[in-house]
């Protein structure tokens, strides 16, 4: 069993920056790819990025490629996702996600594999 727990969610203006955190706890997460999905309203829950516990390797979408950055803090279990140059098209609720595998590295993560979740925390970003 994992618990998730998000937080740093706010709301910014057009151009800003907004640094998210998901402490998680339970267990080890050696085994585990780490990530972070989305969802707007009227929207289904997407995929943003992951990063691989083991080996620190990432992915990310095409759409926030360059703006975001996903790390980790081994030691204190947490997972951080920068965001830089938000737009109003990353308006959305924030999940942590956490999925047991043997994935060498990080890649796409599919929600319906996902094992554990975070409540969630939203990010608002106005023109």
């Known amino acids: 069993q994992v618990q998730l727990v998000e937080s740093g969610g706010g709301s910014v203006q057009a151009g800003g920056s907004l640094r998210l955190s998901c402490a998680a706890s339970?267990?080890?997460?050696?085994?585990?790819?780490m990530g972070w999905f989305r969802q707007a309203p009227g929207k289904e829950r997407e995929f943003v990025v992951s990063?691989?516990?083991?080996?620190?390797?990432?992915y990310l979408t095409e759409s926030v490629k360059g703006r975001f950055t996903v790390s980790r803090d081994i030691p204190k279990n947490m997972v951080y996702l920068q965001m830089n140059s938000l737009n109003p098209e990353d308006t959305a609720a924030y999940y942590c996600?956490?999925?047991?595998?043997?994935?060498?590295?990080?890649?796409?993560?599919?929600?319906?594999?996902?094992?554990?979740w975070g409540q969630g925390t939203q990010v608002t970003a106005s023109s």
């Open positions: 990063i691989k516990w083991s080996g620190g390797t990432t």
């Open positions: 996600a956490a999925r047991e595998d043997r994935w060498p590295i990080a890649r796409r993560m599919a929600e319906n594999e996902v094992t554990y």
């Open positions: 339970g267990r080890t997460l050696d085994r585990y790819t």
